[in-house]
């Protein structure tokens, strides 16, 4: 029988204090779409980074210049020197070196939406 009493308590001070009620539950409801919302942005920067350095790779060019020849008076004798391998590559705008696995982390360009705020 107590319980009842316990419970009948509860609905009454609910129903005189409605306004709290409402409050105490709209503010629950706040911190939990906090919550999913940071979850959804760690997730989304975690995928815009992944991207970016896809993007950083896939730009990346490397060329090989083609062997030169040099003309002599002897004809038997020709210098070909040994080709060269040379990475043409544009810089980031900013980078660090990460010490925990030695890749350089791009940041992101000045009109980016983590800047704007």
Do not use: H
């Not at 001070?13 to 942005?41: D, P, R």
């Not at 020849?69 to 980078?95: C, G, I, K, L, M």
């Amino acid at each position: 029988m107590g319980f009842v009493i316990i419970m009948q308590r509860i609905v009454d001070w609910i129903a005189a204090n409605k306004l709290v009620t409402f409050l105490g539950v709209a503010l629950f409801a706040f911190f939990v779409a906090t919550i999913a919302l940071a979850v959804e942005n760690n997730d989304n920067a975690a995928a815009l980074q992944s991207c970016q350095d896809r993007l950083y790779a896939a730009t990346t060019t490397s060329t090989t210049v083609p062997p030169a020849t040099t003309a002599t008076p002897d004809p038997v004798t020709t210098a070909t020197p040994d080709p060269t391998t040379t990475t043409t590559q544009e810089p980031p705008a900013s980078s660090t070196e990460d010490p925990g696995n030695g890749r350089k982390r791009r940041f992101a360009e000045a009109n980016s939406w983590r800047q704007m705020g």
